[in-house]
Structure formats: structure tokens, C-alpha cells
């Protein structure tokens, strides 16, 4: 992400803070005292925001000094320093609930979706993607966390792919007059993608020369027969009530690509503490 964009969403939320100011740290804290900060892994985690991490502090005093002690996308255990920052104690204190907001969610979506990935047998060409259910206004730093955690990401918005979805099937008067329309309106790099509820819609889909079809909530017996028809004429994901426990499975029974909301939208915050000390 672009650092102006960055800093637009670390303003927002270090407004939601210090609008009134930290008046604790003021009332406690000498204006010239300096310490460090380090950002502790209280448990195990994959790595990832260590560039928001970093200037959320450098929003706060742009003379704090962020060190990087993992890169993005390690897997650590409990206990294992991630990233250490120096400078104004005040400014270290100020910033600390914000930077680990971030880090606490973002390192979460990192965790979630590599134990996704840990799961896809090895030699499998299974892909494990996120979707559109993100945070309003964090979407770019929370794909970056599945990419860190071995993920990678669906269509970035909108306009940057042709998703048919029931709701579109529906306006269109059917999914072969749907995927008429787009394909004569999509451009030459664009593949047409077809989301289908049952069997049925799988077949109409496939005679009318979808590229890829979105199994939406079909069951591992589907999915399989679901891919037997499909004989490679099209790219097969499957999306809904996907657990942990389905991935060796659909790896199995020949999905391309596995899409799960649950990356971003209920990932589980990673526990990370922040322990500041004064510079002798």
C-alpha cells in the first residue's frame, strides 16, 4: 500500500485515541524520557503488519525508531520478539494500542490462513483464496496478512473481475443469458466467472462457456460430481461452510480453489503484548 494511503487509515485510527490527547502519559511521563518498546508474540502466530506496526509509532514522532526482528509471514512461537521500538517514551505510549491493534488482527488472518494451507496435502494444486468480506477500509492490509500467511487473494474489487452471482443471475433473466452479456463485454485478458447453487446450474453453466464456476455451499459428494462434469472444460472453486476438517478432502476430490470468508472476517486476534522499558 502506498505510504499516503497508509497514513490516511493509521491517522483515522490514532484520532479515535489521542484526539484529546494521552493525558496519563502527560501527567506521569517526563517530556524527555526515552525507552524501548518491544512487541512480544504471547503465543503462537505467523508474522505480518510489521510495516503499519512501524508507522503507526513514526505517525505519533516521526524520531521513534522501529526495528523489524521477523519478516512478514514467519511462523514464531510464544515469546518470540517481533519488532522493537526506540524513542520518546510518551510517543512510544501513545502509540501502543493502535500498533497493536493492527498487529493483533493482522497477524490473526496471517495464523488462521496458514493453518488453512497446512492443510492442503503436499503435491496438491489447491489454492486457499480470501474474499470481499473484509474490513471496511483495512482490505488491502488484511489481504497482505493472508498473503503472509500463504494465502492468496480473489478479485481485489469489483471492477477488477466478472463474478456472476445469484443476485446478478437473477436481473439477467439466467445464468446462460447472464454469461452471454458479460462475455461479449469483457475484455480479451478477462476470464468470466459463474457462481451455481446446484448441479443443474453447473451443467447451464458449462454449456454456456464459463471459465471458472463457484460451487456455492455444495457438500463434498457434490463437489466431486461437480468436478467429474466439469472435466476440466473450467476452473473449479468451491466456497461455503468450508472448516479446516474439509481442505485435505477437497484437495482430494479436485478443486482448484478453496475461497473462505473466515480469513478476514472471523480470524481471531493474535495475542501480542507490548513491553516498554526506560533507556538507562
Known sequence: MLPPLLDAIIDRALAEDLGSGDVTSEALVGVELRATARAVAKEPLVAAGAEVFARVFYRVDAGVRVERLVEDGTSVAAGTPLWLAEGRARALLAAERTALNFAQRLCGIATLTARFVAAIPAGSKLRIVDTRKTTPGLRALERAAVRAGGGRNHR???????????????LAGGIATALEIARARATHVTRVEVEV????????ALEAGAEVVLLDNFTNPEVEEAVRRTR??????????????????????????????ALTHSAPAADISLEIEPLA
Open 232 to 261: 476440466g472444460r473450467a476452473l473449479v472453486e468451491v466456497s461455503g461452510g468450508v472448516t479446516l476438517a474439509r481442505i485435505a478432502e477437497l484437495a482430494r476430490l479436485g478443486a482448484d480453489v478453496v475461497s473462505i470468508g
Open 156 to 170: 481485489d474489487n469489483l471492477g477488477t473481475a466478472i463474478l456472476i452471482k445469484d443476485n446478478h443471475v437473477a
Open 197 to 204: 447453487d446446484t448441479l443443474e446450474q453447473l451443467d447451464e
